[in-house]
């Protein structure tokens, strides 16, 4: 929830005076986009520790002897400050004994990263429908309408408020520990209370009263639930500004090949009898290959610019852009450290968010790393 005030924060047209400065985002001041930014740091002397994990067998559903569902939430978060970086050590040696790792950090040294994962569609159906809970009602100044679902169970004897917070943008899912709530555990409305006033929500949430409420949460889901999704993928090298330039790149580096077999497989087109997205899959006449996955039941087309038609003669590759520029969502991925991205040279109707990617230049490890910025529009 912390997540969702800072976000508010950065909700903004690009103002110079507001401008996150504290993590490279390699983003270009563009009015009208802002920066969906987790505002957590994230220092150099714990999560780049080389040094190998103490709990390298651990099972990461049960560090620190606690469950993944007893962790607490992001509601309290004692860390308020802003972006999500990797902090440079400059205090050099220390006598202060070295604290404790968090379970986040115990699973990126036993992993070897993170896998990111969106809250399903099912989850109100899974945990609240069916069994005893309340919804809760408002439309926000600045998030828009806002929906929060909410119950209390007894987990490993601890008392626990599980939420759901629904909006416009995204959906917060998760377990808070009932002594993490300034309020009476015991007062529904001053819990929720509580709540809304941790991200500053206005008008606050009110309790919706109507029986069939659950059951038009339940349809709500149902619209959001997808099984094909494709997604736009360009290439950007050093000291590339324009549209012109990004979508003239032929050749793939070698850190770009990498980054696509991370996302999925290179498929040849022709003959292709999964989900194409848009692309030919008869005539070779969007390219002959792009890169394909199935992630958790969702088949995922790329439209990558580099394996899209090229036409030399085409100063505006429009070969490329009605398929890129038709997407909603579209990766970034930047070659060099000091490459900057502005989310409006790709001009479209559709897209909405831009996923930046870049190599993390801090990290000195033989797995690569990469830094991760996402941008969407102020709309």
């Not at 969906?36 to 067998?57: F, P």
């Not at 929906?147 to 008392?159: A, F, V, W």
């Not at 770009?256 to 997205?277: A, N, P, S, W």
């Amino acid at each position: 929830m912390s997540g969702i005030r800072n976000r508010r924060k950065l909700k903004i047209n690009f103002l110079v005076d507001e401008f996150c400065q504290e993590f490279p985002h390699n983003l270009i001041a563009t009015p009208g986009y802002w920066i969906e930014c987790s505002r957590q740091q994230i220092t150099s002397d714990t999560i780049w520790d080389e040094s190998e994990s103490e709990h390298e067998g651990t099972d990461p559903e049960q560090v620190d002897g606690r469950s993944v569902e007893e962790r607490p939430s992001m509601l309290k978060r004692q860390d308020k400050s802003s972006c999500l970086f990797e902090a440079e050590n400059e205090t050099g040696d220390t006598d202060d004994p070295p604290r404790k790792k968090t379970t986040i950090e115990e699973q990126w040294e036993k992993n070897q990263g993170f896998e990111l994962t969106s809250v399903e569609q099912e989850t109100y159906e899974k945990y609240f429908y069916g069994s005893e809970h309340w919804n809760y009602f408002t439309n926000d100044e600045d998030l828009g309408p806002v929906i929060l679902s909410i119950k209390q169970e007894t987990l490993n004897n601890r008392d626990q408020f599980r939420i759901l917070v629904r909006a416009i943008s995204y959906t917060v899912h998760g377990l808070i520990p009932a002594s993490c709530v300034f309020a009476d555990r015991y007062n529904r409305e001053e819990v929720v209370r509580s709540l809304g006033k941790e991200v500053n929500i206005n008008p606050p949430l009110t309790l919706g009263q109507l029986p069939d409420t659950p059951e038009e949460l339940l349809k709500l889901d149902q619209v959001f639930i997808k099984s094909e999704l494709k997604v736009g993928l360009i290439y950007v090298q050093e000291e590339q500004y324009t549209e012109e330039e990004i979508l003239d790149n032929n050749d793939n580096s070698l850190l770009f090949e990498e980054f696509l077999q991370i996302l999925g497989d290179k498929i040849r087109l022709k003959g292709f009898d999964k989900y194409k997205g848009g692309l030919d899959t008869v005539h070779d006449l969007t390219g002959l290959y792009s890169v394909y996955t199935n992630w958790r039941g969702i088949e995922i087309m790329f439209h990558v610019s580099t394996l899209l038609p090229y036409e030399k003669h085409d100063p505006q590759k429009l070969q490329r852009k009605r398929h890129i520029g038709n997407d909603i969502v579209c990766v970034v991925f930047l070659e060099a450290d000091n490459t900057t991205f502005s989310p409006a040279c790709i001009k479209s109707h559709f897209l909405h968010t831009f996923i930046l990617v870049r190599v993390s230049p801090r990290i000195k490890r033989k797995i690569t790393r990469y830094e991760v910025s996402v941008v969407t529009r102020d709309e």
